[in-house]
């Protein structure tokens, strides 16, 4: 390949930095992403978003979160300063999904999901832990949102994380990955601590079966009957 | 064990009955067969031979509310006679499962009933509140339980002493008596639980006052404070448990009641248990210091998932993507619009059907954001799937449409 002068892209940076705004958004509104924001925000909503989509695209990120969120803010009514600190925070947790899915291009398809999970509070090394092991069919979105929603029922990192990975040792069926949180849900609300009922389905799918597949925790369940004597 | 030392050994069958919509019932029946025995003094024992068979039942819709009901019957007998014995409740709950608070009160009414020569029976209503709250590895919980009723009694008495020689035993006429009274216990507890590892540790301060009647062989009379004092370690790993609860009276004479707990599952569905235990006076059931132990075999059948609140249902893959179902219960609503991602936040009108608000779309793989308008107002449920913070102090719901399997 060809290599590109350098003196021209500095140059044409440099013409680009120096332009009025409005030749900035003229250029960036011919991303064809951007036709759907039009008309719908505020214009320092899509100065701002039109800034950040660029970023967006040089980095290889999706543009679709950032316009999503732009839009959303518009639906709700926000004001456009907060709806910009958002877009702001947004694209930064992008680039914070990018970097824990790693390099592997494969990937990068899952990022906006990813993304979702982190602001979930999905803990992020147990993220990139889980990315690296991953193979390159498994959704990677849906999998470190189980990830959140285990974290937001109070199991601990290390431990959700044991329970995917003995998801995947049993072959990662995806059905069984959308069940394991009501599984966990289930057993909480019958008694158990989060760790407890995070380790009793772990320990179900090791042994081959589904998520389902756990017993009462301690204390619950029969026998319930009570003769004379026994209370 | 000493005196009071029990065998039983117990066979459990649970039968699972596949709930209509979904999850919302469950049955188990379970049987059995053992021995127990209980005293009062040093001097008095009895003990009791039995077959049982039990039946349990929960119904647990989507919501706050829950009902339960359970009852069982035991049929058996020791060298005095044949003897008999039955228990039964049914309540309702309400649990809101926030996180990491959770709050949950139960009310209930029950009964029970023993005969073995003499009767007895007891009948009440119960509530019990409970809060906890989670953080990280500690679990706080508090707890309470009113139980107010009342019991009566049918006494065979003699008029006079027996006459002992020459054997065999010869008695006097008998009478019948009867007496009845009031049964109150109530009190607390603050469970601190902390989980390190495979190892969950408890100490339970507790308090409970109780009056009623405690019956062994000669039927005396209880009434009286009882406050406990316990702890439990419980070593887990799976669905293996191994628990030992130990609680001590804190009035004299001191019981110490010791509560050995283990479960090993052998297959999917399939465990051994194992329970001993050694209990102090409970004015509720009517039974004094006892001791037992119980081997079983238990089999637990989930036909399916157990759903929460489903405002988002997976349907099947079209050309375009999955179809999936949105259901909102705002039964008092004028007007539900659904928006989300996949709308780009463009309001839908729902329909308004018997069971809510729904609107039918075909969604594309990935991970979705979405809420409702309810007349106007954004409202997202507080248990909604995948609940997020939206960066302006209000939450989304979220869905993930996995991958088509390849």
């Known amino acids: ?231 | 064990m000493r005196r009071y030392g029990a065998l039983a050994f117990t066979l459990l069958c649970l039968a699972h009955v596949n709930p209509i919509r979904a999850q919302s019932l469950a049955t188990w029946l379970e049987a059995g067969a053992g021995e127990s025995r209980w005293s009062s003094t040093a001097a008095t024992s009895a003990s009791l031979r039995y077959g049982m068979i039990g039946l349990r039942a929960e119904i647990d819709p989507p919501g706050l509310l829950a009902a339960h009901g359970r009852g069982a019957l035991g049929l058996g007998g020791d060298g005095n006679g044949a003897a008999g014995w039955w228990n039964g409740e049914a309540g309702v709950s309400i649990d809101h499962r926030g996180h990491p608070v959770r709050v949950h009160v139960a009310a209930s009414v029950w009964g029970l009933g023993y005969r073995q020569g003499w009767r007895y029976t007891a009948a009440g209503a119960r509530l019990a509140p409970m809060i906890s709250w989670q953080r990280g590895g500690w679990l706080i919980r508090g707890r309470g339980e009113v139980n107010a009723g009342g019991w009566s009694q049918q006494t065979v008495v003699l008029a006079g002493p027996p006459v002992v020689v020459p054997a065999p035993v010869t008695f006097p006429a008998s009478e019948l008596r009867r007496e009845s009274g009031k049964l109150l216990l109530a009190g607390g507890a603050v469970d601190l639980i902390h989980a390190r590892g495979p190892v969950w540790l408890r100490v339970s301060p507790a308090g409970y006052r109780g009056s009623g009647r405690a019956h062994d062989a000669w039927q005396s009379a209880v009434e009286g404070e009882l406050g406990m004092a316990s702890g439990s370690v419980t070593l887990s790993s799976g669905v293996r448990w191994f628990a030992i609860h130990q609680a001590t009276e804190s009035r004299p004479p001191r019981a110490v009641a010791v509560r050995l707990h283990a479960r090993v599952a052998l297959f999917d569905d399939w465990a051994v248990t194992l329970n001993a235990d050694t209990r102090p006076w409970d004015p509720l059931h009517g039974v004094l210091r006892g001791t037992y132990a119980q081997l079983g075999v238990e089999w637990r059948w989930l036909a399916r998932p157990l759903e929460p609140r489903s405002l988002a249902t997976l349907g099947a893959w079209t050309g375009e993507g999955r179809a999936v179902r949105f259901r909102l219960p705002a039964h008092g609503a004028t007007s539900v619009e659904l928006l989300g991602s996949f709308t780009a936040w463009q309001p839908i009108a729902m329909r308004r059907t018997a069971a809510g608000w729904e609107a039918n779309l075909v969604l594309p793989a990935g991970t979705h954001q979405f809420g409702f308008l309810v007349d106007g107002e954004w409202h997202v449920p507080g248990d909604a799937p995948g609940s997020v913070e939206d960066g302006w102090n209000r939450r989304n719901a979220t869905i993930t449409i996995p991958e088509r399997s390849r």
């Open chain 1, 1 to 231: 390949m060809k290599p590109v002068p350098a003196f021209p892209v500095a140059f044409l940076a440099l013409v680009l930095s120096l332009a009025p705004p409005q030749v900035v958004r003229l250029a960036a509104q011919e991303r064809p992403e951007l036709e759907a924001v039009r008309g719908r925000v505020a214009p320092e909503v899509s100065r701002e978003l039109t800034v950040l989509v660029n970023d967006a695209a040089r980095r290889g990120l999706p543009a679709s979160a950032l316009i999503d969120k732009a839009l959303e803010g518009a639906a709700k009514h926000v004001p456009p300063a907060l709806v910009i600190g958002a877009l702001r925070e947004l694209a930064s947790t992008l680039r914070q999904a990018q970097s824990l899915l790693g390099g592997d291009p494969g990937h990068l398809r899952y990022v906006e999901g990813v993304a979702i999970a982190l602001q979930r509070n999905a803990p992020p090394e147990a993220v990139r832990r889980l990315a690296a092991g991953a193979s390159p069919r498994e959704d990677l979105g849906a999998t470190m949102n189980v990830l959140a929603d285990l974290a937001s029922r109070g199991v601990a990192p290390a431990t959700a994380e044991n329970v995917l990975l003995a998801w995947r040792a049993q072959g990662a069926d995806v059905d069984a990955l959308r069940r394991i949180p009501l599984v966990v849900t289930r057993l909480i609300r019958d008694g158990a601590l989060p760790a407890q009922a995070a380790q009793a389905v772990e320990g179900a799918l090791r042994r081959g079966g589904p998520p389902e597949s756990v017993g009462p925790p301690a204390g619950v369940g029969p026998p319930r009957g009570r003769p004379p004597g026994r209370s």
